[in-house]
């Protein structure tokens, strides 16, 4: 067999066939960000090793074990970005976007994280992520909510996912907490694994979210973060319930929810799906107001998500009748000296005439029935005839390639400017 190069594990490619999937969500995607009213920022996918490491926490399973970190010529030690949070903020701290005004940002594209792949889990995946600044809130993370909730329904997966939510306090109040956790188990260490024995010194918050099943009791009876809470994190996390509950957005709150970045504060949440197996969380997000000052900013609010796109993809999948764009609309034949000429010129008169209409020209030569062959696997809903009797006569022949439309199942032969118009028609409106 010959030796072919393949793709990295848990790299994968997107085909043609799926691209109009990924093109139809990632539409409706920037539609409902654009009716919110948030720009799109796009930020480098390699950043210096040291912010994400001071951003998402030295002490997560991101940074200790998934980071595709390399020294480049220079022997700087740089990393494929394994979220955009950090990004984003650097480059908003960079470009003094963040003095006194507030942001509503998005951002697309690929992160990188040295993972087990497995089915919804890879090494290379593609990210929505959303980043507002400057306002403290609830009502901007409610807003947030409010994004995800629109989004899961113009995609036709509401009913696939379920919010769940938390509130992580302030970073005093979380390390109120974390001693009183650090003190329970200790008492309990010889029901730990040895995962969490050491997160015990290192991370205790991160062995609540332990998927071990053996530690479903000694978890079940941790102190739970709620309780520590004070006032002012509790009045934040009412507030963003009530925007909740007056929009009738459904959610749980699960209090065992701790996310694995270290940067969050005040409100958290998850939307979940048990479509997926074990790889079931779809998007994910929270408050961070403490990272702007980590990172040499001055004080200020920051909230966010991120979704995974290929999760959405595989829910969207799973519905019948998703209307993904057809890749061509018409395929033009053109058999003989004088069609093949006309019909280069004919497409690119309906090129400029309609731009939105979708033109394959058959290129290769062959017969009207293996060029017929060709137009029909494009997919393409009209063929273009061009022979050189009808190039003599000025006519175009237009044949519908799909059945359905008894109107127009029938051949029509039309001058250019009707040819034009036949097109426009149907194709030309934005
Ligand atoms: P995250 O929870 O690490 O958060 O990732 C967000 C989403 O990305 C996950 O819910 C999941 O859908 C997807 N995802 C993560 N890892 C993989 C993977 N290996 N394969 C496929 N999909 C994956 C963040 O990244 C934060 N930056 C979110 C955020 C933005 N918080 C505030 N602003």
């Given at each position: 067999m010959a030796n072919h190069i393949q793709a990295i594990r848990g790299m994968h490619d997107v085909l043609p066939e799926q691209a109009p999937l990924w093109q139809y969500a990632e539409t409706i995607i920037r539609e409902v960000l654009g009716a919110y009213g948030y720009s799109e920022i796009r930020t480098p996918i390699v950043e210096k090793t040291e912010l994400f490491k001071r951003s998402i926490g030295e002490v997560t399973d991101i940074v200790e074990k998934e980071m595709y970190t390399f020294d480049d010529r220079n022997g700087d030690s740089l990393t494929l970005r394994p979220e955009g949070t950090a990004g984003c903020l650097r480059a908003c701290l960079e470009h003094g976007l963040l003095a006194n005004q507030t942001h509503r940002l998005w951002y697309y594209g690929p992160m990188y994280r040295h993972e087990r792949p497995q089915k919804g889990r890879y090494r290379q995946f593609f990210q929505l992520g959303v980043e507002t600044y400057g306002m403290a809130g609830p009502d901007i993370d409610a807003e947030l909510i409010l994004i995800m909730h629109r989004m899961w329904q113009r995609l036709g997966i509401r009913d696939k996912v379920r919010l769940e939510i938390n509130s992580l306090g302030t970073i005093a109040e979380r390390s109120a907490y974390r001693e009183s956790l650090v003190t329970y188990f200790k008492a309990h260490t010889?029901?730990?694994d040895a995962d969490s024995l050491r997160r015990l010194e290192t991370n205790p918050l991160r062995i609540l979210d332990t998927k071990n099943p053996d530690m479903k009791a000694v978890v079940g009876g941790a102190p739970v973060l709620m309780d520590y809470l004070g006032e002012s994190s509790r009045a934040h996390f009412a507030g963003f319930r009530k925007i909740l509950d007056d929009l009738g957005v459904a959610y749980e709150i699960n209090v065992r929810l701790v996310r694995g970045l270290d940067y969050y504060c005040n409100t958290v949440f998850e939307w979940v799906t048990?479509?997926?197996?074990?790889?079931?969380?779809?998007c994910a997000g929270g408050r961070y107001d403490g990272l702007i000052e980590q990172l040499g900013g001055k004080a200020s609010h920051a909230v966010g998500f991120a979704m995974g796109i290929e999760r959405v993809l595989a829910l969207v999948e799973t519905l019948t009748d998703v209307p993904v764009a057809r890749p061509v609309d018409a395929y033009l034949i053109r058999v003989g000296e004088q069609a093949e000429r006309a019909g280069i010129r004919i497409a690119e008169l309906l090129r400029s005439e309609v731009p939105q209409l979708k033109l394959q020209v058959h290129c290769g030569g062959g017969s009207f029935k293996s060029q017929f062959k060709k137009a029909d696997k494009s997919g393409a809903e009209f063929a273009i005839i061009l022979g050189d009797d009808e190039v003599s006569r000025g006519e175009i022949a237009i044949k519908p390639l799909r059945s359905g439309n008894e109107a127009e199942s029938a051949q029509s032969s039309l001058g250019e400017q009707q040819a034009v118009a036949f097109f426009r028609q149907r194709y030309g409106k934005v």
């Open positions: 010889d029901q730990l048990d479509e997926l197996g074990s790889q079931g969380t779809v």
